[in-house]
């Protein structure tokens, strides 16, 4: 079966990328994310997947409290 390039270049570009470590992130901490969870399902009655724009994560500004 052909190969489109050799397989001896194969991963070039990966191996000459730079390393960048990754940013370490705190996890919430579980009492507050239940309340957040129970703000989503049951005070705003939303399904899987209706969540709102702003709120995905990294949006920290425009996150609403409960």
Same mark, same amino acid.
């Given at each position: 079966?052909? %190969? &489109?390039?050799? +397989? %001896? /270049? #194969?991963? $070039? !570009? @990966?191996?000459? %990328?730079? /390393?960048?470590?990754?940013?370490? &992130? @705190? =996890? !919430?901490?579980? @009492?507050?994310?239940? *309340?957040? %969870? &129970? #703000? /989503? *399902?049951? +005070? +705003?009655?939303? $399904? #899987?997947?209706?969540?709102?724009?702003?709120? *995905?994560?990294? =949006?920290?500004?425009? @996150? $609403?409290?409960?």
């Amino acid at each position: 079966m052909p %190969t &489109h390039g050799s +397989l %001896t /270049k #194969a991963g $070039k !570009v @990966r191996s000459q %990328t730079p /390393k960048i470590q990754g940013i370490p &992130h @705190r =996890s !919430v901490p579980p @009492r507050i994310r239940f *309340r957040n %969870t &129970h #703000a /989503k *399902r049951f +005070l +705003l009655g939303r $399904k #899987a997947g209706q969540n709102w724009a702003g709120e *995905r994560r990294g =949006s920290r500004g425009s @996150r $609403k409290r409960f």
